[in-house]
């Protein structure tokens, strides 16, 4: 019975098994024969209304279907430009619907009130229209221009905290700078960071490096060009150049910091120059434009200003200090090698003392002998080698050592001191002791002869010390050691000179001096070309021009092989920088588009050379191979020209 009741059991739950994968089954066939709805095209613009020196972003969706979008439609007075695409799927009460959008970039290149005439895109072999969209362009406006928020109409909200924006509300450019400490003692020096975030697609030009705000504190950077990325904010994209440095606080007390920039926005004229549109294919690409004298821009300059910070500096403390404190603050490593280690009595010993770490290397001294009696130093030499990072290396100090007495068995211990900014104490490193191997030379002193007179010389073998020795006939001779007055007996006869020729007459003498004669006229050749170019600044100027131009084109051209558009804008637009303060005789680095403008005439091909150079470094758009090859050609052209 119980056997029966467990048969029946097992069948029931066999049964519900195979009831539950029937449903799911048909589940999931219901799932996969849902029909999608019919399929539609739609078209968007983010923004109604917008000035001219800002964009705005049109989205071309497709629902439920794979669609190809047409060519664009051309508007009088407008530039499309691809912004890339996403791709959505979801199931809502059992219906799987799909949807493809398309962004491209809208820019206006004058004000006015434009329409976008339906889109044409082919869907299964169909082909649907968007809506028409109409949307108003105005001037562009007197303060800093905004752009408008790609999330939505209206224009972007306030950044992350911490970065003082230009404008009120908008963030078209900000200033960070990385967190500091808050407390830092005098002289310590505190890695930062400072990021300069300007938004994609804006066309800026850098006046001036960042600089410090603030008495009590002092900046430094590094000498390498800053580093450009991209970075999202907000959902927002910028283009964003990033300079490390370190702060050193030189005054005790409260500080207010903050760091400034100054830059120029490059924004597109209301004028247009006579041009028709055509086919050129960069025809409104307001990177390109100024390159093939397509339009004008016009400038407004701005000064972007990072949030302060108040920042404590703090004395260093007295207790504690060590007598060899020199004022390192930071944290280091020390490394002492002593070469050779076979030496002898008064032989010179080379020390090699590195010390490495983090912190202000400017104020790391040598490290001395703990027991420096009994040895003779001299000035070190010092050689400071950079690490990775700002603030960060190694100093390397090298200096001889001679023991003034005695034999010594080893090096003592050499110290070095400093100040743990974290441990908020001094600390003293101490080095080993190096052994010696001294030898002991022949007449070494008198502690190791002292049967000699004093001289190092054995008793009996000084001058005073040896006694006379009688002859034969007991007539006194001269010393035993004693060397002769007389020069050694010859028995064979020399050769004779039959006469003397006088040294002027002689050829190798001639020669000598005719060589030197040579050389004087030469040095003096030489001395009269310097003056020459000396008093003829021009001349000089002229000729490292060319020469630093050759160099450049070289460079230019290598990496135009390389096919790297960001390198070959970027030395483009150094090149273009050295060539016009040799010119001018001024810094080639604070050389900006401002100054291109002020000093050449408007119709000067190096402004659009220097602006597309500009542009495309900064914001970071690129060239094809064979843009980059008709850009060097023009600048190229344009630079030996330059005299």
């Not at 230009?166 to 003692?185: C, D, N, T």
């Not at 001294?365 to 050689?383: C, F, H, R």
Request: with cysteine; charged share 20%.
């Amino acid at each position: 019975m119980e056997r029966l009741v467990g048969h029946i059991r097992q069948g029931r739950t066999i049964g519900r098994i195979r009831c539950m994968a029937l449903l799911l089954t048909l589940a999931i066939v219901g799932l996969a024969t849902v029909s999608h709805g019919a399929p539609m095209v739609s078209a968007s613009l983010d923004a109604r209304r917008f000035s001219v020196d800002q964009s705005a972003t049109l989205t071309i969706t497709i629902n439920d279907a794979d669609g190809t979008i047409g060519e664009l439609p051309r508007v009088d007075g407008l530039d499309f430009r691809q912004r890339g695409r996403s791709s959505q799927h979801q199931i809502i009460n059992g219906s799987l619907s799909s949807s493809v959008a398309t962004f491209f970039l809208v820019q206006a290149l004058r004000p006015g009130t434009f329409t976008i005439p339906p889109i044409a895109v082919t869907v299964d072999g169909k082909q649907l229209l968007t809506e028409a969209i109409t949307f108003e362009v105005t001037s562009a406006a007197a303060g800093v221009p905004s752009l408008p928020n790609p999330q939505g109409g209206g224009t972007a909200p306030p950044s992350r905290s911490g970065a003082q924006a230009v404008g009120e509300k908008e963030q078209m450019a900000f200033l960070q700078i990385s967190p500091v400490k808050e407390e830092s003692y005098t002289g310590e020096v505190l890695p930062v960071e400072i990021k300069a975030y300007f938004r994609r697609g804006l066309r800026a030009t850098l006046n001036t490096q960042p600089r410090l705000n603030g008495d009590g504190f002092v900046l430094s950077e590094s000498k390498q060009e800053p580093v450009q990325t991209e970075e999202m904010v907000d959902n927002v994209p910028y283009s964003v150049l990033t300079w490390p440095g370190t702060l050193s606080g030189i005054k005790e007390g409260s500080h207010n910091v903050s760091v400034a920039i100054e830059a120029t926005l490059l924004l597109p004229d209301n004028r247009r120059r006579g041009a028709s549109r055509g086919d050129d294919p960069f025809f409104g690409n307001d990177l390109f434009a100024d390159f093939f004298n397509q339009q004008r821009v016009q400038e407004k300059k701005i000064q972007i200003v990072s949030k302060e910070m108040t920042l404590q500096v703090l004395p260093l403390p007295a207790e504690g200090k060590p007598a060899d404190f020199g004022g390192a603050i930071g944290k280091f490593e020390l490394q002492v090698k002593a070469q050779p280690t076979d030496v002898g009595p008064g032989d010179p010993i080379t020390l090699t003392m590195t010390v490495a770490g983090a912190g202000n290397f400017d104020r790391v001294e040598a490290p001395v002998l703990s027991q420096p009696e009994g040895w003779k130093s001299y000035p070190p030499s010092a050689k400071f080698t950079p690490g990775v990072s700002l603030g960060q290396g190694s100093k390397v100090f090298e200096q001889a050592i001679i023991a003034r007495s005695g034999y010594k068995t080893s090096i003592p211990p050499l110290a070095f001191s400093f100040f743990d900014p974290e441990a908020r104490q001094y600390q003293t490193l101490h080095s080993d002791p190096i052994l010696l191997r001294m030898s002991k030379t022949e007449g070494s002193g008198k502690s190791e002869n002292k049967s000699g007179d004093g001289q190092g010389r054995p008793e009996g073998a000084g001058v005073g010390k040896a006694k006379p020795q009688k002859s034969k006939g007991d007539q006194p001779g001269p010393p035993a050691n004693a060397a002769s007055p007389w020069g050694p007996l010859h028995p064979q006869m020399g050769s004779f000179q039959k006469g003397l020729i006088p040294l002027v007459n002689r050829t190798g003498f001639q020669v000598v001096i005719l060589v030197l004669l040579l050389l004087l006229v030469v040095v003096i050749l030489l001395k009269i070309r310097a003056r020459r170019l000396a008093g003829n600044p021009v001349l000089c100027r002229q000729r490292e021009m060319a020469r630093l131009l050759e160099l450049r084109l070289r460079e230019i051209r290598k990496i135009q092989e390389q096919g790297n558009s960001r390198d070959f804008l970027a030395i483009c637009r150094r090149t273009l920088q050295e060539q016009l303060g040799l010119l001018w005789q001024t810094g080639s680095a604070a050389i900006t588009l401002a100054d291109l403008r002020q000093r050449l005439v408007p119709e000067s091909e190096l402004i659009a050379l220097f602006a597309t150079a500009e542009s495309g470094a900064y914001v970071g758009h690129l060239l094809s191979s064979q843009e980059m090859a008709e850009y060097v050609g023009k600048l190229e052209h344009a630079l030996r020209q330059l005299r």
